[in-house]
Nanobody, 130 residues
Framework: QLQLVESGGGSVQAGGSLRLSCKVS????????IGWFREEPGKEREGVAAIDGDGNTKYTDSVKGRFTISLDNGKNTLDLLMNSLKPEDTAMYYC????????????????????????WGQGTQVTVSS
């Protein structure tokens, strides 16, 4: 069983930055994929950024060039640096892990698919005001 705990959410003005962190215990396996997702009330959960066991990363189009995902295996921590935040980035952000690493993000056609992730954190709220 994995436990994931997010931190770092908050309120920021448009154009600002936030760094989300996800602490995974007991540890992140070498084959695991791990990523960040977000959900707005009444909308489907969306994959924001993910990294697979080979270090390949994937971003949803709306955050490319603004968000950066990074994994520290030694600290079992996954970060999401969010720059140039926009009001449309407002959502609850979740960290999730797929220990089996079902999807490789090597291909540009790969998608971040929430049902493939079996372990989820409780979420952290990000609010961006205009």
């Amino acid at each position: 069983q994995l436990q994931l705990v997010e931190s770092g959410g908050g309120s920021v003005q448009a154009g600002g930055s936030l760094r989300l962190s996800c602490k995974v215990s007991p540890f992140i396996g070498k084959t695991a994929s791990i990523g960040w997702f977000r959900e707005e009330p009444g909308k489907e959960r969306e994959g924001v950024a993910a990294i697979d066991g080979d270090g390949n990363t994937k971003y949803t189009d709306s955050v490319k060039g603004r968000f950066t995902i990074s994994l520290d295996n030694g600290k079992n921590t996954l970060d999401l640096l969010m720059n140039s935040l926009k009001p449309e980035d407002t959502a609850m952000y979740y960290c999730a892990a797929d220990p089996l690493g079902k999807t490789s993000y090597y291909s540009e056609y790969a998608e971040i698919n929430p049902p493939e992730f079996s372990y989820w954190g409780q979420g952290t709220q990000v609010t961006v005001s205009s």
